[in-house]
């Protein structure tokens, strides 16, 4: 289920739109005020503002963090982890957290749904994103001790995931990771699977450097029909574009894979798209220039299917990407 199935489902029921903000704000019990990513005391700055403004209407602020895993947005809001409800301690803050946690519980078992104070609220959803940064961070500072061991960063990872205190989830070694949200609002090409998230991906860093290297780039993102974000990247603030490239004509934007890998001397996967593990490596092998190298930064291609299909040489496993090396077949 998506946002447009939601929409269809419950408009005209429980979900209504208007333009009309000043008359449906002085009929509502709650108003909600969406930003994913604040600073701690960001609450209290709000409850100063509208205070000074009350005209004797008295409020309540909550902080209600969002744990949202972009891709997977509706899915997580239908069946979450927790919900965090954070307010003040007051007879009058305790009234308003249930109110919030009843609206809630039509659908979120009661056990999920945890109160607190407005700062622990606030501070546990950029508590949480650190957490996850390091994560990363860390396997990926393992994936350089793998490429120098010879190790296998994906067996490592899955390895030491087995163990319950661990876990495998965000142990997956890449090119690097976003800084989380933390600060929202910046530009640049896709890094995560599903999304139309284009921020701070560091598959830009990639792109400046092959340019740097006086590389010819062909881009494709799958879901950018319009290529929306290949503007953004190629337009967007001067110290995230590439439009400051000194060869940022060698980078052109391509609608089909096969398009972006054909006459390619090299060829880099640097977001784990479902249809990246599709796509027809025969046509491609066919396409390519030779020897030719494919960087798999996220590790989603089957070598062993693309060695029976088209390769003579092994792959290498080098820490946090898998190094193709494709010759001309043998006749």
């Not at 659908?107 to 700062?119: E, Q």
């Not at 490239?245 to 089909?256: L, M, Q, R």
């Not at 990246?276 to 590790?299: C, G, H, S, V």
Request: charged share 25%; with cysteine; glycine share 6%.
């Amino acid at each position: 289920m998506g946002l447009d199935d939601v929409v269809k489902q419950c408009r005209g029921k429980n979900l209504f739109f208007s333009t009309d903000v000043e008359r449906h704000v002085a009929e509502a019990d709650i108003i909600f005020v969406s930003k994913s990513t604040v600073p701690v005391k960001t609450a209290e700055a709000i409850e100063k503002i509208l205070t000074h403004n009350s005209k004797g209407i008295k409020y309540q602020i909550l902080s209600n963090p969002e744990f949202l895993a972009e891709g997977n947005a509706i899915k997580d809001l239908l069946n979450p982890d927790r919900v965090l409800i954070g307010g003040r301690e007051t007879p009058e803050g305790k009234k308003a957290i249930e109110a919030l946690a009843n609206m809630y519980g039509q659908w979120v078992p009661k056990d999920r749904i945890l109160a607190t104070n407005l700062w622990s609220a606030e501070l546990s959803k950029l508590a949480a994103n650190a957490f996850l940064a390091q994560r990363i961070s860390s396997v990926n500072a393992m994936s350089a001790l793998c490429e120098a061991t010879g190790a296998d960063v994906s067996q490592v990872a899955h390895y030491v995931g087995t163990d319950s205190r661990i876990c495998p989830k965000f142990l997956n070694a890449s090119v690097g990771f976003l800084r989380f949200l933390l600060p929202k609002g910046h530009t640049q090409l896709k890094a995560k699977k599903d999304t139309g998230d284009t921020r701070e991906t560091p598959a830009i860093n990639v792109c400046k450097g092959l340019l740097g290297d006086n590389a010819r780039l062909s881009i494709y993102d799958p879901p950018d029909s319009k290529g929306s974000n290949i503007e953004e990247v190629r337009l967007g603030p001067p110290n995230s574009s590439l439009a400051n490239e000194p060869n940022f004509s060698e980078a052109s934007v391509v609608w089909v894979a096969y398009e972006a890998t054909k006459d390619a001397h090299g060829i880099c996967i640097l977001t784990e798209w479902d249809e990246f593990k599709t796509l027809d490596y025969e046509r491609i092998f066919e396409d390519i220039q030779k020897p030719a190298f494919m960087f798999d930064w996220r590790n989603i291609v089957n070598t062993d299917k693309l060695r029976l299909c088209t390769l003579l040489e092994s792959p290498w496993i080098h820490g946090s990407r898998t190094c193709l090396l494709w010759h001309k077949r043998e006749t």
